[in-house]
């Protein structure tokens, strides 16, 4: 497991710093996501050379306390769902999946940390940017006007020669 | 002067076959729009449906071209205006105010998404202190009730719709009547005078986000999201956020690198605005 190095996927991203929190745009998904201080350390150093247990040691240094490869897994975690990292990991992700519970438990003792290292937001098109939420679906309303005339069709194939007359 | 016409135009359009008796050629943020008419009786009507800010254009040439047919001739199934945008139907309806309605809603939407220089975002504002509060919201979630209590509490009116931010980040006013529901739900104009308050005229620099919806019952418990989760809360309710996120993104980040935002659930307006000034007045300075 220490040998697995994950490598960040950047296409199609616009990045913007805030200090402790990356905002990344997806340009073609049209997703946004918030990467906080632990998501975006672990996001910035996928590089394909850097091991999941030197990520560990990244994000203690910075958190200038203990932490865990549990938290990086985590992290990671949530950076694949969001198709952040090269699909390799993802693969080598559902591969750990026997160890999510106990990573979970763990997760649960170390307090003080947030789980949701990453928020998402699918950014709506312009018409939908002021609608209101998706209600129930109403009553069904009254039949409309009979619409107009549609084109007329293509000419159909031509008919099958009839008997010979007597 | 002539009638507006597309600069480029793929192919000529149904309704270009139409008799269009008068047209109007303007300008709104950056954008060239014209509307043909079938009737020259319309003409005012129209104009008092169109962007704020707009102003009439030298040339007949534009981007986006509407046409608004409403001599009662425009169709045997009792809709008697028909409305079209660039050369496709958008609607058929049974008076010309509907179809004036409709003008106007897309007219708007056109102008929020596509504005050069700016960047529209669903939102009231108002100005305190020197600074802007931002009320991100989708319709109905009471923005204008709360800007309305806000103006009446003191701060100055920008707008009950829009946010228009310059690249700097600064907020300029959008400032039309008020549209406040009645107990119908039906909307009613009212200008910020009849509030006792005032419109601002210059932009202000965001120093207050406050994300806020209506439910009932529900007490004001604001609490601090960090500057990326306010960039998302702006982000969900920026019109040009899909078109031109390059141009977008770094104008928020700068919003939220100095500015506050909190987030609460809300019920009535009126002690909520008190608490909103407050709260800002507590607030530590941001550069």
């Known amino acids: 497991m220490e040998s697995f190095k994950p490598n960040a996927h950047r296409d199609h991203l616009l990045v913007e710093d805030l200090g402790d929190e990356l905002i990344v745009y997806d340009t073609s998904r049209h997703e946004a996501h918030c990467l906080g201080k632990i998501a975006a350390l672990v996001w910035q150093h996928c590089n394909g050379e850097t091991t999941v247990s030197e990520l560990a040691s990244l994000v203690s240094a910075d958190l200038g306390a203990p932490s865990d490869e549990a938290l990086v897994w985590h992290a990671l975690d949530q950076l694949s769902e969001r198709q952040l990292l090269e699909p390799p990991a993802a693969e080598r992700l559902r591969a750990t999946e026997w160890s999510r519970r106990e990573m979970m438990q763990r997760m649960g003792a170390m307090a003080g940390l947030a789980l949701a290292l990453v928020t998402s937001l699918p950014v709506p098109t312009a018409a939908q940017s002021g609608s209101g939420d998706t209600g129930a679906t109403g009553p069904t309303g009254p039949t409309g006007p009979t619409g107009d005339t549609g084109a007329t069709g293509p000419i159909g194939d031509t008919g099958a020669i009839g008997d010979t007359g007597a | ?287």
């Open chain 2, 1 to 287: 002067m002539d009638l507006p016409r597309l600069a480029k135009q793929a192919a000529s359009a149904a309704c270009d076959d139409r008799r269009w008796a008068a047209g109007l050629a303007f300008r709104a943020y950056g954008r060239r729009i014209g509307v043909r008419m079938s009737c020259p009786d319309i003409v005012a009507r129209v104009a008092a449906r169109l962007p704020l800010g707009w102003a009439p254009a030298v040339s007949p040439v534009v981007e986006r071209l509407y046409s608004l047919a409403t001599d009662g001739e425009a169709c045997d199934d009792g809709r008697a205006s028909r409305l079209w945008v660039d050369g496709g139907e958008l609607a058929r309806t049974t008076s010309a105010d509907a179809a004036l309605d409709l003008l106007e809603a897309d007219l708007q939407l056109y102008v929020a998404e596509m504005a050069r220089r700016r960047i529209f975002i669903h939102a009231g504002v108002v100005g305190w202190r020197q600074r802007a509060i931002l009320l991100p919201g989708r319709s109905f979630a009471g923005k204008s009730t709360l800007v309305a209590e806000l103006v009446r509490a003191g701060a100055t009116y920008y707008s009950d719709e829009y946010a228009v931010l310059d690249r700097c980040g600064r907020v300029h006013p959008y400032a039309r009547p008020l549209s406040i529901r009645d107990v119908d739900g039906r909307p009613r104009r009212t200008t910020a005078a009849a509030l006792g308050g005032r419109v601002g005229e210059r932009p202000l620099p965001v120093g207050l986000v406050v994300v806020t919806c209506y439910q009932p019952g529900v007490g004001w418990q604001p609490r601090p999201l960090t500057p990326g989760d306010g960039v998302l809360a702006l982000l969900a309710h920026t019109l040009p956020a899909r078109r031109t996120p390059a141009e977008v993104l770094p104008v928020l980040a700068r919003v939220m690198r100095r500015a506050v935002v909190l987030a609460s659930d809300r019920a009535e307006a009126r002690p909520v605005a008190a608490a909103i000034l407050s709260q800002y007045d507590r607030l530590p300075a941001r550069t």
